[in-house]
């Protein structure tokens, strides 16, 4: 049974700092791996899916990677802002959306940034 | 495009009672979700769809849950009778053909 764990739950950091989340899976046998986005009293923002095939994604000031065979994702975040301040999931699929599949989400690292 | 559109935002009612959660996913999307938030379990996947059709509901907690899409713009989810327990978010996502998810603002029941 896949579980994702990610850890730290929470992390506060001065503004300015680059920082790394980090994401854990227990069965490396996925297709994909996304990581969202969830500000207090929203829904989830995709910021960036990674497939098996990829090693890394990047977004302005977001990379992520992925190792498969270790089964660990990071995500890290360049120059922080205040605005990054949220609560970081990753989630892992073993197949396409469109076949018979079942997404997992980690439980989230709350992340706030000091100005 | 206005996005995934969930209806209502907040509900609120008695044990007992039947709750209908609304989601408009966006236009050209093959696939559609449901989802539980609680705090004490995180984010779970209750039932996905597939070009209308139920894929796995294999997350839906009990019998008192039903999902249908009967159309590619329109799903809803129904909980009969609905129990304190059920309190929870509920987000409804959409996705096309590059897996990408976008979600809803979500539903924050509450059953008193």
């Known amino acids: 049974k896949q579980e994702v764990t990610q850890i730290p739950a929470a992390l506060s950091v001065p503004e300015g700092e680059n920082l790394v989340l980090n994401c854990s899976f227990t069965d490396s046998a996925i297709y994909n791996l996304q990581w969202f986005r969830q500000d207090p009293g929203k829904g989830l923002t995709s910021l960036l899916l990674?497939?098996?095939?990829?090693r890394e994604q990047t977004s302005g000031r977001l990379n992520a990677s992925l190792d498969k065979s270790s089964g660990r994702s990071t995500l890290y975040i360049a120059a922080s802002q205040p605005g990054d301040s949220a609560t970081y999931l990753c989630?892992?699929?073993?197949?396409?959306?469109?076949?018979?599949?079942?997404?997992?989400f980690g439980s989230g690292t709350r992340l706030s940034i000091r100005p | 495009d206005a996005g995934v559109i969930q209806s209502p935002r907040h509900e609120v009612t008695e044990m007992g009672q039947e709750v209908t959660l609304r989601c408009k996913p966006i236009?050209?999307?093959?696939?559609l979700f449901w989802y539980r938030q609680t705090m004490m379990r995180g984010l779970e996947l209750l039932i996905y769809?597939?070009?209308?059709?139920?894929?796995?509901d294999s997350g839906m907690p009990e019998d008192r849950f039903s999902a249908k899409m009967p159309n590619a713009s329109f799903s809803t989810l129904k909980i009969q009778p609905s129990e304190p327990r059920d309190s929870a978010v509920y987000f409804c996502a959409s996705s096309d053909r590059t897996d990408t998810q976008y979600f809803g603002p979500g539903t924050r029941l509450t059953v008193l």
């Open positions: 990674i497939q098996s095939s990829q």
């Open positions: 769809f597939n070009n209308n059709v139920p894929i796995d």
């Open positions: 989630a892992v699929s073993k197949y396409p959306y469109s076949s018979a599949s079942k997404i997992i």
């Open positions: 236009s050209g999307h093959n696939s």
